[in-house]
C-alpha cells in the first residue's frame, strides 16, 4: 500500500502528514512518499520526513505515481488528476459545496473521495473530526489576531499612572471555534461576552466565565439540528436579536463572529451600521468570510478600516498557525484510514457499509456517490 503526501498549493501552509504520522502509516503497512517541500510552510523538512522513513519525492506526478492512498489538506487540484491512479482513496478536506465540476472531474478521474468535514460527530470518530481540531486553533488564533489589531491591553491594568480598563470582547457563535475564542479571550483578562442560536451553548458559555447575549424564547428554545447544528431562524427571531445585538455590539472594544450553516451562505450578523456605532480603534473579525462573511463590510483577506473600525477578514485561519494545525490535521487523517485498513492484510479495504464511509465518501466507481451531492435525475418530459 503506497502511501502519497503530496504539496498543497502556494495558498495552504498547512500539510497533510507530519513525521509522527509518517512513522504510524509505516506501521500501518504503507509505504509513504512525500512531495520535496510539502512540509517547508509547517516547520517540517524534508529530511524529517526522511528520518521517519519516508521518501521524499521531486514533484507531484512522482509522489503520485501508483500512490493506493493520497493524503492531501484541500480537495485535488484539475491538473494533478491525470497522476492519479483510478481507484485511489483520497482523503481531504473537499469543501464540496456548490462545487459539481470538481466533483465530477474527480469521479470521471476514478477516485474514491473522502471528504473529512464530513464526518459524523459521534463519539468514534471524535479524533477524526477536523472541523473541530481545525476550528480550535482558528477560535484561538482570531482573538490573538484582534488583539493585534486592536493595538491596546485586554487586561484590567492598575497602575501609578491610572487604571487600564479592560477589553470588552463579544463572541458571536459558540460552536468549536467561539468557544476557544471565549477561554482564549477570557485567559488574557477581557471581558467577554457571546450570543448563539442554539439554547444548548448558554451553559457552555456561562461555564467559561462570560454572559449570555440572546432573545430566550420558544424559538431559541428549539433552535438547534439533531446532529447539533444551528437551524436557520425566522426572520422575526432575527429581527429581534438583531435589535438586542446592534446594541451591545455599539458598547464592544472586539467583536468576533464565527457563524456557518452548513452548505449555505454565513449568515449577515454585523451590518454596516452596527460596525459605525463601535468606537474608532474597535475591531471586528470575521472568521467566515471564505463563505460571504458574517460582516457585511469584511472583504476576503483583507484589513478593512470602516471609518476607524478595523474589519479583519483573514483567510484560513487554522493554517496561519500552519505547524499545530497540520500536527492536528495529520492526526485525523491517520484515525481514518486506520479503519480502511485491513489489519490482516496491511492493504486498502474499505467497508463501504461501515457509517464513517457512507458519511464521507464522496465519488465511486466512476460517479459521485454521495446522496447529498450526487446529480439529480432530469425530470421525465411533460408530451
Given at each position: 500500500?503506497?502511501?502519497?503526501?503530496?504539496?498543497?498549493?502556494?495558498?495552504?501552509?498547512?500539510?497533510?502528514?507530519?513525521?509522527?504520522?509518517?512513522?504510524?502509516?509505516?506501521?500501518?503497512?504503507?509505504?509513504?512518499?512525500?512531495?520535496?517541500?510539502?512540509?517547508?510552510?509547517?516547520?517540517?523538512?524534508?529530511?524529517?520526513?526522511?528520518?521517519?522513513?519516508?521518501?521524499?519525492?521531486?514533484?507531484?506526478?512522482?509522489?503520485?505515481?501508483?500512490?493506493?492512498?493520497?493524503?492531501?489538506?484541500?480537495?485535488?487540484?484539475?491538473?494533478?488528476?491525470?497522476?492519479?491512479?483510478?481507484?485511489?482513496?483520497?482523503?481531504?478536506?473537499?469543501?464540496?459545496?456548490?462545487?459539481?465540476?470538481?466533483?465530477?472531474?474527480?469521479?470521471?478521474?476514478?477516485?474514491?473521495?473522502?471528504?473529512?468535514?464530513?464526518m459524523?460527530?459521534?463519539?468514534?470518530?471524535?479524533?477524526m473530526?477536523?472541523?473541530?481540531?481545525?476550528?480550535?486553533?482558528?477560535?484561538?488564533?482570531?482573538?490573538?489576531?484582534?488583539?493585534?489589531?486592536?493595538?491596546?491591553?485586554?487586561?484590567?491594568?492598575?497602575?501609578?499612572?491610572?487604571?487600564?480598563?479592560?477589553?470588552?470582547?463579544?463572541?458571536?457563535?459558540?460552536?468549536?471555534?467561539?468557544?476557544?475564542?471565549?477561554?482564549?479571550?477570557?485567559?488574557?483578562?477581557?471581558?467577554?461576552?457571546?450570543?448563539?442560536?442554539?439554547?444548548?451553548?448558554?451553559?457552555?458559555?456561562?461555564?467559561?466565565?462570560?454572559?449570555?447575549?440572546?432573545?430566550?424564547?420558544?424559538?431559541?428554545?428549539?433552535?438547534?439540528?439533531?446532529?447539533?447544528?444551528?437551524?436557520?431562524?425566522?426572520?422575526?427571531?432575527?429581527?429581534?436579536?438583531?435589535?438586542?445585538?446592534?446594541?451591545?455590539?455599539?458598547?464592544?472594544?472586539?467583536?468576533?463572529?464565527?457563524?456557518?450553516?452548513?452548505?449555505?451562505?454565513?449568515?449577515?450578523?454585523?451590518?454596516?451600521?452596527?460596525?459605525?456605532?463601535m468606537?474608532p480603534?474597535?475591531?471586528?473579525?470575521?472568521?467566515?468570510?471564505?463563505?460571504?462573511?458574517?460582516?457585511?463590510?469584511?472583504?476576503?483577506?483583507?484589513?478593512?478600516?470602516a471609518?476607524?473600525?478595523?474589519?479583519?477578514?483573514?483567510?484560513?485561519?487554522p493554517?496561519?498557525l500552519a505547524?499545530?494545525?497540520?500536527?492536528?490535521?495529520?492526526?485525523?487523517?491517520?484515525?481514518?484510514?486506520?479503519?480502511?485498513?485491513?489489519?490482516?492484510?496491511?492493504?486498502?479495504?474499505?467497508?463501504?457499509?461501515?457509517?464513517?464511509?457512507?458519511?464521507?465518501?464522496?465519488?465511486?466507481?466512476?460517479?459521485?456517490?454521495?446522496?447529498?451531492?450526487?446529480?439529480?435525475?432530469?425530470?421525465?418530459?411533460?408530451?
Open positions: 500500500m503506497r502511501i502519497a503526501v503530496p504539496a498543497e498549493t502556494a495558498e495552504e501552509p498547512r500539510v497533510a502528514a507530519t513525521p509522527e504520522t509518517v512513522k504510524k502509516l509505516i506501521a500501518l503497512g504503507g509505504t509513504v512518499a512525500v512531495q520535496s517541500g510539502a512540509g517547508r510552510s509547517s516547520g517540517l523538512t524534508d529530511e524529517a520526513f526522511r528520518a521517519a522513513g519516508a521518501s521524499v519525492e521531486p514533484d507531484a506526478a512522482a509522489t503520485l505515481k501508483d500512490a493506493d492512498v493520497v493524503l492531501k489538506v484541500r480537495r485535488p487540484e484539475a491538473a494533478d488528476l491525470p497522476h492519479y491512479k483510478r481507484g485511489a482513496a483520497v482523503l481531504a478536506i473537499m469543501d464540496p459545496y456548490g462545487q459539481d465540476a470538481a466533483l465530477k472531474a474527480m469521479a470521471e478521474a476514478g477516485l474514491n473521495a473522502f471528504s473529512m468535514e464530513l459524523p460527530r459521534i463519539t468514534r470518530a471524535q479524533v473530526d477536523v472541523l473541530s481540531s481545525q476550528a480550535n486553533l482558528a477560535g484561538y488564533r482570531a482573538v490573538i489576531d484582534a488583539a493585534e489589531q486592536y493595538g491596546r491591553a485586554f487586561p484590567m491594568m492598575m497602575t501609578a499612572a491610572g487604571t487600564v480598563p479592560a477589553a470588552k470582547v463579544f463572541i458571536m457563535g459558540v460552536g468549536v471555534a467561539g468557544l476557544q475564542a471565549i477561554a482564549t479571550a477570557r485567559r488574557l483578562g477581557a471581558i467577554v461576552t457571546a450570543t448563539d442560536v442554539r439554547p444548548a451553548t448558554k451553559e457552555q458559555v456561562e461555564s467559561l466565565g462570560a454572559k449570555f447575549v440572546a432573545v430566550e424564547n420558544e424559538e431559541f428554545k428549539n433552535a438547534e439540528t439533531a446532529g447539533g447544528y444551528a437551524k436557520a431562524m425566522s426572520d422575526d427571531y432575527q429581527r429581534q436579536q438583531n435589535e438586542l445585538v446592534a446594541t451591545h455590539i455599539a458598547k464592544q472594544d472586539i467583536v468576533i463572529t464565527t457563524a456557518l450553516i452548513p452548505g449555505r451562505p454565513a449568515p449577515k450578523l454585523v451590518t454596516a451600521g452596527m460596525v459605525k456605532s468606537k480603534g474597535s475591531v471586528v473579525f470575521d472568521m467566515a468570510v471564505e463563505r460571504g462573511g458574517n460582516c457585511e463590510l469584511s472583504k476576503p483577506g483583507e484589513v478593512v478600516d471609518d476607524g473600525v478595523k474589519v479583519v477578514g483573514y483567510l484560513n485561519v493554517g496561519r505547524a499545530t494545525a497540520s500536527s492536528l490535521y495529520a492526526r485525523n487523517l491517520y484515525a481514518f484510514l486506520e479503519t480502511l485498513v485491513s489489519k490482516d492484510t496491511k492493504a486498502l479495504a474499505i467497508d463501504w457499509t461501515d457509517e464513517l464511509v457512507k458519511a464521507t465518501a464522496l465519488t465511486r466507481d466512476g460517479a459521485v456517490a454521495h446522496p447529498n451531492f450526487a446529480p439529480k435525475p432530469a425530470e421525465p418530459a411533460i408530451v
